[in-house]
C-alpha cells in the first residue's frame, strides 16, 4: 500500500509540471504573437476606379506574405501571395468584363504561419463598356429648342433618349453607334419647359450597357422671327456696299447671315467660312426697325436673320427667335471710273466665299459660338428653302 502511495506520488510530479510548462508556454506564446502592421493604401475604400486592372497595395512586416481575396474567400484573379519587402508589399488584379462594378475584398497578412492583421475594402470599378453623354453637357442652356443629343458608345449598340416619364424625345430616334459615336435630335415645343431631364441608355445585344441622366435648359420661347425687307427677294444690286434692313422685336440683337448661295446647299465648307471683320451687334430700335451696311464681293448670296440674346461683355447666350425667311439677291461689281491719278492705296482683303459680317462681335461669340450659330440658321434657311 505504502508502494502503490508512493507511486502515485510519483506520477504526479511529471503531470503538475507539465501543467505549470505548458501554461508557461502559452503564456510565451501569446507574448509573442505576430504584430498586427498591415495597412491598404491603394484601392482606398470607396475608391471609383477607371480601370478593371486593380493596384493593391499597402505596408507590413518585412518577410510576411500579403493575400487578397473576394467574398468567397478565393484569391482575386492575377493576384498573387504578395511578400512585403523594405515595409511595403503589392500585387495586381484583373476583373473581368462581366464582373459586378461593386466589389469588396479581404486583405490579411501572415507573418511566421500566424495572422497578422486583416482589412476589408470595398471599391467601385468603371462599366465594362464604352457609353457617354456628350452634348448636351450637364447644366447647360442650349442654344435653340432643336437639341442634338450625341456622344460615344459601342459599335452596333442603339442608344436611347427618354424622358423622365420614359417616352422617346419627339424627334429623336434609336441611334446607332457608328465609328464609336452615336447621335440624334429631338424638338422642344414652345409649350415645353425651360428646365428639362432626360435620360440616355446604350443597348447592346439586348441588354443594357450603360446610362446616364442629364439635365439642361432649353431657351425662352421663340419670339417671332425678325424680317429682312431690303434686299429685296431676287433684287440684282451693284456694290461693294450693300444695305440691309429689316424689322423685329425692339432692344433685341440681330445677327444677319449672309453668304453665297451655293454654300446654303453645303454646309460642309461652313467649317472654313467666318466673319472676317465683323460689324458691331445690330439693335433693334425702339420703332422696331434695324439697319446694317456691309461691303461684299460681287456673288449671288442668301441672307437670313434671327434674334438672339447677349450678355454684358457682348458674348452670345441663346437664340431668341425662329430664323426669319431667306431673301436671295445678286450682287455685281460697280462700274469701274474713269482713271484718275491716285496714290496706290492698300488693297482691301478679298472676302472670297466667307461668310459676310453677321452683325455679332466674332471676339466675343468665339469661333465655335460663330459656327454653330451660323449652322443653325442656314439649317433653317435650307428647310425654308425646300418649303417655298
Given at each position: 500500500m505504502k508502494d502503490m502511495m508512493m507511486w502515485r506520488k510519483v506520477l504526479a510530479v511529471p503531470a503538475v509540471v507539465t501543467l505549470a510548462l505548458s501554461g508557461a508556454l502559452l503564456s510565451t506564446g501569446a507574448a509573442h504573437a505576430a504584430e498586427d502592421t498591415l495597412t491598404v493604401t491603394s484601392p482606398t475604400p470607396d475608391a471609383v476606379l477607371t480601370s478593371r486592372t486593380v493596384l493593391f497595395s499597402g505596408t507590413g512586416s518585412d518577410g510576411s506574405t500579403v493575400n487578397v481575396l473576394d467574398d468567397e474567400g478565393d484569391r482575386v484573379p492575377g493576384t498573387e501571395a504578395a511578400v512585403v519587402v523594405d515595409g511595403t508589399w503589392e500585387t495586381t488584379g484583373i476583373y473581368e468584363e462581366s464582373a459586378d462594378v461593386s466589389q469588396t475584398v479581404k486583405i490579411n497578412q501572415v507573418t511566421g504561419g500566424s495572422g497578422a492583421g486583416e482589412e476589408t475594402v470595398s471599391f467601385i470599378l468603371p462599366p465594362s463598356y464604352n457609353f457617354a453623354v456628350l452634348t448636351p453637357a450637364e447644366g447647360q442652356t442650349v442654344l435653340a429648342r432643336t437639341v442634338v443629343f450625341g456622344g460615344t458608345g459601342t459599335d452596333g449598340s442603339t442608344v436611347n433618349v427618354l424622358d423622365e416619364a420614359?417616352?422617346?424625345?419627339?424627334?429623336?430616334?434609336?441611334?446607332?453607334?457608328?465609328?464609336?459615336?452615336?447621335?440624334?435630335?429631338?424638338?422642344?415645343?414652345?409649350?415645353?419647359?425651360?428646365?428639362?431631364?432626360?435620360?440616355?441608355?446604350?443597348?447592346?445585344?439586348?441588354?443594357?450597357?450603360?446610362?446616364?441622366?442629364?439635365?439642361?435648359?432649353?431657351?425662352?420661347?421663340?419670339?417671332?422671327?425678325?424680317?429682312?425687307?431690303?434686299?429685296?427677294?431676287?433684287?440684282?444690286?451693284?456694290?461693294?456696299?450693300?444695305?440691309?434692313?429689316?424689322?423685329?422685336?425692339?432692344?433685341?440683337?440681330?445677327?444677319?447671315?449672309?453668304?453665297?448661295?451655293?454654300?446654303?446647299?453645303?454646309?460642309?465648307?461652313?467649317?472654313?467660312?467666318?466673319?472676317?471683320?465683323?460689324?458691331?451687334?445690330?439693335?433693334?430700335?425702339s420703332d422696331g426697325t434695324w439697319t446694317v451696311t456691309l461691303a461684299l464681293d460681287s456673288e449671288d448670296y442668301t441672307a437670313v436673320a434671327v434674334l438672339v440674346e447677349?450678355?454684358?461683355?457682348?458674348?452670345?447666350?441663346?437664340?431668341?427667335?425662329?430664323?426669319?425667311?431667306?431673301?436671295?439677291?445678286?450682287?455685281?461689281?460697280?462700274?469701274?471710273?474713269?482713271?484718275?491719278?491716285?496714290?496706290?492705296?492698300?488693297?482691301?482683303?478679298?472676302?472670297?466665299?466667307?461668310?459676310a459680317e453677321t452683325g455679332l462681335e466674332l471676339n466675343a461669340l468665339g469661333l465655335g459660338g460663330a459656327l454653330a450659330l451660323a449652322g443653325v440658321v442656314l439649317l433653317v434657311a435650307r428647310r425654308k428653302a425646300r418649303l417655298s
Open positions: 420614359g417616352n422617346r424625345i419627339p424627334g429623336t430616334e434609336a441611334a446607332v453607334v457608328t465609328d464609336g459615336v452615336w447621335s440624334t435630335t429631338g424638338t422642344y415645343t414652345e409649350d415645353d419647359e425651360i428646365d428639362q431631364t432626360v435620360t440616355v441608355n446604350q443597348v447592346t445585344g439586348g441588354a443594357g450597357r450603360g446610362e446616364q441622366t442629364v439635365s439642361f435648359k432649353l431657351p425662352p420661347t421663340l419670339l417671332p422671327a425678325p424680317v429682312i425687307l431690303a434686299p429685296t427677294a431676287g433684287q440684282a444690286l451693284t456694290g461693294p456696299d450693300v444695305t440691309f434692313a429689316g424689322t423685329g422685336t425692339p432692344g433685341e440683337n440681330v445677327v444677319l447671315a449672309v453668304v453665297p448661295t451655293a454654300l446654303v446647299n453645303q454646309p460642309q465648307t461652313l467649317a472654313q467660312e467666318v466673319p472676317a471683320d465683323p460689324e458691331d451687334p445690330i439693335l433693334v430700335g447677349l450678355s454684358e461683355d457682348g458674348s452670345l447666350i441663346t437664340v431668341r427667335s425662329d430664323v426669319s425667311d431667306p431673301v436671295q439677291f445678286t450682287l455685281a461689281a460697280a462700274p469701274a471710273p474713269a482713271p484718275t491719278p491716285v496714290t496706290p492705296a492698300k488693297p482691301a482683303a478679298s472676302g472670297g466665299d466667307k461668310l
